[in-house]
C-alpha cells in the first residue's frame, strides 16, 4: 500500500467506487481506496434491491436521479461492465388522500424537472403489473425510465475503471485514525500502515459517523436495518411458468405501496420483495428477523394475493443509512480542511451513486460540479431544520 497519496478514500461501496473514478477521470489518480472488508460492495451496497427512480420529492434527488440514471443507461458504454439494467418503470400505489395530495404536487415538480411521470388509472396500473388488488388505491403515478440494475456490477465497474487508470484499491484493510495539523488533515491511519495525504472522503455509509468521530467532526448518519425476501414461485419452478401467468409481472416493474412501504419487483425467476419496519431502532445488527416475515406477508397479500402461496426461499438484512432529514451529505467539512463526505444517502443511494461521485470529484479536483450543494451541505444539521426528502420507501 502506498505511504503518500493526493487523495484517501474510506469505504468501497457505490460511492467510494464512484468517486475514485471520476477522480481518475479528472486526471486525479495518486489515490487509495480502503475497504475493510475482503471484498468491495460488501456493505449496504451488496444488500440493495437495485431500484432507480426519478420519483423523489427533492429537486436535489430529482436531478441526481436524472444525471445517474442517464449514467446508468450508458453504463457499459461509458465505464465498461454490463450491469444487466432493465427500464421497466415504478408503479407508486397511494391509498391515502393526503399521499395523493403530496404526489401530486411532487409529479408536478418531477415534471417541470423534465421527468416523463404520469398519473396512471387503476385499470393501467393492473396492466403494468397484473395480479395487483387494488382495493382502496385512490391514485397511482409511473415513470417508464425508472428500473432496477445490478448495483455489485456498478461498483465493480467504478472500480476496474479506477483501478485501470492508476486508483490503489486495498481490501482488508481499516481505516482508525486520522492526524489532523491546525485543522487540516495531513495523514490517516490503518491496520496496516499510515498514508500522508491532504484529502480524506468519507465513504463509509451507514458508518460514516464513525469516520467523522476519528475527526472530532459530527456526521449524523444512523444505521437502520432493512429485509429483502426472496419468493419463488409455488411447488418450485418459475413465476414465468404458463400455471402462474396474470398473478405477477412479466417485467422487472418496481411496484411500492407507498403507505406500508411494500414493495416488490421480478428477480430472475422469483419474486424480491420487501418492507420498512416503523418499530425498527437504529443499529448495526443485521440478523434476519424471521418473525417480522408474517407482517410484511399481511400487508403483502393483500397487494399482490399470488404471494400468499408463495415460498420464501431466502432473505437478508442489510443497513440503510439516515440522514435526520432523509438527503445525503456531500461536500466538505466547514470544520476540518480536506475532509469530505459522501454518505448518508437514507436508502436510496445505489441509484445517485454516479452522479453523487462525479459531482464529489468535481469539487476536490476545484471544478464547478453545476450542481447546488446547499441541501446536502454536512453543516445544514446545525443551523436549521431543512426540508428533505419524503418520498423514502
Ligand atoms: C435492504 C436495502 C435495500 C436497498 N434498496 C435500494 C434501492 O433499491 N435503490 C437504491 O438506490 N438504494 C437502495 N438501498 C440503499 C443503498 O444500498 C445505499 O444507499 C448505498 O449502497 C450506500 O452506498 P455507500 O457506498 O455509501 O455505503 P456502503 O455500501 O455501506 O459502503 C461503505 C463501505 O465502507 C466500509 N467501511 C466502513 N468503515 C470503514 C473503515 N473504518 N475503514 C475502511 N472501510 C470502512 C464498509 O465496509 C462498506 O463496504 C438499499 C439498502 C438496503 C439495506
Known sequence: MKSTADVVIAGGGCMGCSVAWHLAQRGITNVVLLEREPQ???GSTGKNAGGVRHQ??????????????????????????????????????LSKAADVETFRKNVALQQQHGVD?????????????????????????????DGVADPNGV???????????????????????????????????????????????????PWA???????????????ERRHIFIAAAPGGGSWD??????????SKLLVIDFESTFYFHREGGGLLFGMGDPDERPGFDIT??????????????????????????????????MTPDHNPIIGPSADVDGFYTIAGFSGHGFQHAPAAGRILADVIAGRDPQFDLTPFALDR???????????VV
Open 288 to 321: 434476519v428477523r424471521w418473525d417480522f416475515l408474517p407482517k410484511v406477508i399481511e400487508v403483502a397479500m393483500q397487494r399482490l394475493p399470488a404471494l400468499a402461496d408463495a415460498a420464501v426461499s431466502h432473505a437478508w438484512a442489510g443497513l440503510y443509512e
Open 56 to 93: 423523489f420529492s427533492h429537486p436535489a434527488n430529482i436531478e441526481l436521479s436524472k444525471e445517474s440514471i442517464a449514467m446508468i443507461a450508458n453504463f457499459e458504454e461509458v465505464v465498461g461492465t454490463p450491469i444487466d439494467f432493465h427500464q421497466d418503470g415504478y408503479l407508486f400505489l
Open 241 to 250: 411458468d404458463d400455471r402462474h401467468r396474470g398473478r405477477v409481472p412479466a
Open 117 to 145: 411521470v404520469r398519473w396512471v388509472s387503476n385499470d393501467d396500473a393492473r396492466e403494468l403489473s397484473p395480479g395487483l388488488d387494488l382495493t382502496g388505491v385512490k391514485g397511482a403515478t409511473y415513470c417508464p425510465q
Open 155 to 205: 461498483t465493480m465497474g467504478f472500480a476496474r475503471g479506477a483501478q485501470a487508470k492508476g486508483v490503489e484499491i486495498v481490501r482488508d484493510v481499516e481505516l482508525n485514525g486520522v492526524r489532523l495539523e491546525r485543522n487540516r488533515v495531513v495523514e490517516v491511519r490503518t491496520s496496516r500502515g499510515n498514508i500522508s495525504t491532504p484529502i480524506l472522503v468519507n465513504a463509509a455509509g
Open 40 to 42: 468491495l460492495a460488501a
Open 209 to 223: 459517523k464513525s469516520i467523522g468521530r476519528m475527526l472530532g467532526v459530527d456526521v449524523p448518519v444512523e444505521p
Open 381 to 391: 444539521f446545525s443551523s436549521r431544520v431543512a426540508a428533505g426528502e419524503r418520498n
